[in-house]
């Protein structure tokens, strides 16, 4: 007994002094972010995003030509263009950056940028690929020619966004089927290690062509469950927490070693009515039920004061200046009386769908909105649906859809284009506000077509008017993304279009 | 005489008086309960039990109290709904496979023992993935997958006396099959019969209250002791009153059907231990 004791005793001893070791050296911390995210990445391959978390990853390893300053999202910035010119309505020659490899070694030249752009417009059915381009002809090497279909206000904005990323041609040849879990591309980070559920490992691009990263590795962890983030956040095991619960903020922020940072996102969370149904076709109908929800209480109640409550429209203000709130208030008497003049005086029953763990306290919106409605004798049923499903059963072509209102969310460009193209237009498969007026797309296209900034955002100013007005929409708030930040990361920032800004952040 | 020996047994009759309690109050649910259990107050949000409000509010702002009352009346009629379809049809195949054996016997038991073979968990989800989630969903998920169970107890209680003289007299008396099934058989059967009611009563509450845990049974804004569990899980640092109350609930339930079902059992026949 008294050996097998003393054996026992060199070994704990021996696994003592180990487990010191394991822990990093202090003074030289590991340069390693690790980010709890709320869904898993679906793919890299810039045309088939899933979501914009899909993007987020995206904008680790692809570049695009330009990007949009996120003080000022109305500029462009040069990323892999270093300078532009425009030739008429519809053209313009881009210089790209030289000395720019991918990081399989093929150079980045203008055949790289044919291929990628001109694999974005043919591979997308509908009008997501915000940018309008018809061809794009190889003038040299280091020389594009961009032509699009017609005059567009919004060709910047779409060049920006990670569906135009630059793509290695010779990868996607190579890898064929399997390309969209082996990205190449001229980014600060590459893809390390996929494990679909558990975790996405980037590490840094040595051979990056400005200034590398401070990091040398990057990890997204999905982690669905709020609560189970927050923990591992709170434990450390992860570093930066986005979507932090709101409520948990205060706790946070009492806490010396863990920190908040709100970014506003141009992401709004509204409530589509679908115009055409039986139930929902009379606008009184619709006004009531704007009338009976009481936004400001669910921003202060729901959102916990955090995000700030939809008062002018569709789009926030960072988009579209405005000077005073959209839509109608909160007055559930009237509410009552425009349902009895409608022929509701008895009540009447509405479907409300909306996809699970998607938006922040998307499900608590619905319950809320459930409980105000019934109190003007509208009783709504809810439907929690899986995310994929969700968006399976609700992107269709049909006049005759399925559902009545859902809770959805749209990530908005700072060009309200695309927005009105994709959310209101006849031939599109997410009109789900069943919205078919051919004098407001027109509107659309003259909008993009104008030059006058002004000009132009009055136009989409009554638009937006116009589609809260009618009640194709009920906007609720606006979004902000909190993020938890551990004090030992330095320099981390959130774009407001949800991606990260992190050329800069170190751990200390 | 049955019921003095029940009562002899300290944990039946706790048992008993617990589902009697709870009987009472979905009863008279209407007139116990303080307030709307349905009527949301926001400011109100996640509050801690006070006078006003013994047991404290929900997420929504929603007395507790007044949720556990009417969700009495739910659970009672989810388990005593989801217990009858269970019984119901193992009773019947039970009988029918002892009874007449051979090729039907075979069709029953493997017809049966597909119905065995989806876990109630994922059979709960293939219904949710066809017809949508709800609460009667969830009741029939669970009670089907229930049905294998009591199919084989009350098959094998019935072949205990399928052969016995008496039945063989009946037949040769001239009494046709229904009669011998229903007036011999069902009868012999009936103690095994109560007491898988109690058992099921208690797995079909625990079950479907699982399920609406999941999001995949009661829909808001029905006060299911489950569904409250689903909603206050958020908040267990800072309000873990909405999460404990009604889960003591659920347990208290949940253990008296099935101390009731153990009781019974011992009372009825030993001979099942």
Known sequence: MKKDFKIFCIVFVFLLLIS???????????????????TDIGTFDVIKFTSSNDMKAASLVFETLITLDPNDLGMPVPLLATSWKQINEITWIFNLRKGVKFIDGTPFNAAAVKFSLERAITALKSSRFQGMIKVVNIINDYQVEIKLKEPSSSFFTGLSRQTASIISPTAVKKYGEDWFKNPVGTGMFKLEEWIPGRYV????NEDYWGTPAKLEKVVFYPIVNEDTRLM??????????????AYEVPNIEADPNLNIQIQPQL????????TLCDTLKDIRVRKAIALAIDKEGIFKYVMEGIAPEAKYGLFPPQILTKDEPIGYGYDPELAKKLLAEAGYADGLELEL??????????????KVVQGQLSKVGIKVNISIMESGSFWELTSNYDIDKKFQMLLIGWLLPPDPFPVFLVLFNSDSNVNFSNYRFPGFEARNILASRTADKDERDQIYLDMDKEVVEYVAIIPIYYGAMIYGVNAEVQEFAGHPMDYLLIADTWIK | MFWKRLFRSKSSLFAIVILLIILFVAIFAPFLSPYDPTEQSLEFRRE?????????????GRDILSRIIYGTRVTFVVGIMGALISIFFGVIFGIFAAYYGGRLSSIIMRLVDVLLAFPYFIFA?????????????AIMAIAISEIPKVTRIIRGATLNIVNSEYIESARAIGANNFRIIFNHLLINVSSVIIVYFSLELSHVILGVAALSFLGLGAQPPLPEW?????????????????????????????????????GLRDVLDPKLK
């Open chain 1, 232 to 245: 591992s956040f709170k434990s450390g095991e992860i570093n930066v927490c986005e979507d932090l619960p």
């Open chain 1, 267 to 274: 992401r709004t969370i509204f409530l589509t009515l679908n």
């Open chain 2, 125 to 137: 989800i293939l219904l949710v993935a066809i017809f949508g989630p709800g609460l009667w969903k």
């Open chain 2, 226 to 262: 489950g569904l409250m569990l689903n909603e206050a899980k958020g908040y267990l640092m800072i309000a873990p009153h909405m999460s404990i109350i009604p889960g003591v609930f659920i347990v208290l339930l949940v253990l008296s059907a099935n101390i009731l079902g153990d």
């Open chain 1, 201 to 204: 490992a980037f590490t840094r």
């Open chain 2, 48 to 60: 801690l039990p006070t006078k006003e409000h013994p047991f404290g509010r929900d997420p929504f």
């Open chain 1, 353 to 366: 769908w909306v996809p699970e763990g998607r938006y922040a306290k998307g499900v608590e919106i619905c």
């Open chain 1, 20 to 38: 010191f070791n394991i822990y990093a050296d202090d003074a030289n911390p590991e340069q390693i972010l690790k980010v709890g995210i709320g």
